[in-house]
Nanobody
Framework: QVQLVESGGGLVQPGGSLRLSCAASGSIVSRNAMGWYRQAPGEQRELVASISSGGNTNYADSVKDRFAIARENAKNTVYLQMNRLKPEDTAVYYC??????????????WGQGTQVTVSS
């Protein structure tokens, strides 16, 4: 089993910054991707950013050039640095790890979610 523990959510003013962190523990295979998803009220959960164990990153267009994802592979920890936050960024943010046995066989694990509220 894999467990994810998130921290860093909270209330921030528009234009401010926030840093989320997530630590994974348990039976984690070397090949994996970690990422952050978010879900606003009445909306579908969407990918915000992800980073593979090899360091490849992907970002949603809405956060590109504002957010940065990074990881420490040895600690199975992922971070999301959020800058120039907008009210539209308000959502519950979920940490995710996708572990791969092969390129086509994988399993997802999820954190409990942390609330990010951007408001003046």
């Amino acid at each position: 089993q894999v467990q994810l523990v998130e921290s860093g959510g909270g209330l921030v003013q528009p234009g401010g910054s926030l840093r989320l962190s997530c630590a994974a523990s348990g039976s984690i295979v070397s090949r994996n991707a970690m990422g952050w998803y978010r879900q606003a009220p009445g909306e579908q959960r969407e990918l915000v950013a992800s980073i593979s164990s090899g360091g490849n990153t992907n970002y949603a267009d809405s956060v590109k050039d504002r957010f940065a994802i990074a990881r420490e592979n040895a600690k199975n920890t992922v971070y999301l640095q959020m800058n120039r936050l907008k009210p539209e960024d308000t959502a519950v943010y979920y940490c995710n790890i996708r572990t791969y046995w092969t390129v086509d066989i994988w399993r997802d694990y999820w954190g409990q979610g942390t609330q990010v509220t951007v408001s003046s």
